[in-house]
């Protein structure tokens, strides 16, 4: 057999988990070798692929030192990497729909006349015209952080390394504020803290995240990513849109400029005295559709949650091919 591609996946925590349930819609289930503690697994009618199981936060170094193909992620964590400098690593898919959580400025909420990021700037003087030092910042992303601050012109500050639970840092001493992800906000509050408007550093999410040198990868290895991609497109498709199903009488409506609108794409067809339209539609525009539908004389209408929606094409895979310089096939 050829040289598989290899997968590398998150091998715990919410990104593990969302990617077992990910792959559970694709049909294609997870599965670890040799026991739960193993960190090498098989993915169900892939059996030209290898997945190594690994910590979130290594997936990236592990893409750029060629020891994967492709691997799932948070997207912070890779533009956390990218800020490091020049590197082969190319994001295939930004959001493969979940591990949602923004990265953001956290202050004491003591910190009462603080609401925005100007506010800041002009605390970070404050601290230097008073204490004669540079307002210290806890964070696990010291390069985004960075980048955020230059935008915002925070220069005078200095990043601490964060000990275990970052939010706990101010309260600890050992910072004044941080720069952290926060899903809900609720951890943030439990610690004193508060997000400051314009303080959103990334939104972030679980991506499809590929080794983008050429050479990595050969005709199948793209083949084998395309078939997964195509499974991935086809999970968070079905997700958004449901499958639409009308019947009319013969000749049935001659006037459609009201329906098919409201619809994504659409079939008409007619026989044995009846006109179908099977479709698929947004999950929004769903009740607006059978209040048309049944203004346009449909005798019956019927929406069905699809596990897979297949779409032929990817823009996502034709993107990463012209990144290699590989054409379509």
């Known amino acids: 057999m050829a040289d598989p591609l290899i997968l590398c996946l998150p091998s715990k925590g919410s990104l593990a988990d969302g990617v077992t349930r990910l792959f559970e819609q694709c049909l294609i289930p997870v599965r670890r070798a040799r026991g739960s503690r193993s960190y090498e697994a098989t993915i169900a009618g892939f059996d030209d692929v290898h997945v190594l199981l690994a910590r979130a936060t290594d997936i990236p170094s592990m893409l750029d030192a060629g020891q994967a193909h492709v691997g799932i992620t948070g997207l912070d964590l890779v533009q956390e990497h990218l800020g490091e400098g020049a590197s082969p690593i190319h994001i295939v898919m930004p959001d493969i729909g979940f591990g949602r959580a923004d990265l953001v400025v956290g ?13 800041l700037v002009e605390v970070a003087e404050d601290v230097r015209h008073l204490h004669q030092r540079s307002v210290r910042v806890a964070t696990k992303f010291p390069n985004l952080t960075r980048g955020f601050f230059r935008a915002h012109g925070l220069t005078d500050y200095r990043i601490v390394e964060s000990l275990g639970a970052t939010e706990g840092a101010p309260r600890g ?3 004044d504020l941080i720069v952290d992800l926060s899903s809900t906000g609720t951890t943030l509050e439990a610690n004193g803290l508060k997000q400051i408007a314009g303080g959103t550093v990334l939104r972030s999410q679980a991506c499809l995240v590929g080794a983008g040198r050429p050479d990595a990868w ?3 290895h793209l083949a084998t990513l395309g078939r997964l991609v195509m499974l991935i497109e086809a999970s968070l498709t079905a997700q958004r849109q449901r499958v639409v199903r009308a019947f009319f009488p013969s000749p049935g409506p001659t006037d459609r400029t009201v329906v098919d609108p409201l619809l994504v794409e659409a079939a008409w067809t007619e026989g044995d005295g009846l006109v179908q339209l099977v479709g698929r539609a947004e999950v929004g525009r769903v009740p607006a559709l059978l209040a048309a539908l049944l203004d346009a004389g449909s005798l019956a209408s019927s929406v069905d949650e699809p ?4 779409s032929a094409g990817s823009q996502a895979l034709a993107r990463f091919r012209a990144h290699l310089g590989t054409p379509s096939s």
């Not at 202050?107 to 506010?119: A, G, I, K, Q, Y």
């Not at 596990?307 to 297949?310: I, Q």
């Open 107 to 119: 202050v004491p909420r003591t910190w009462l006349d603080v609401t925005t990021m100007d506010d």
């Open 173 to 175: 001493g050992h910072a």
């Open 218 to 220: 050969t005709s199948d």
């Open 307 to 310: 596990g897979l929606l297949v």
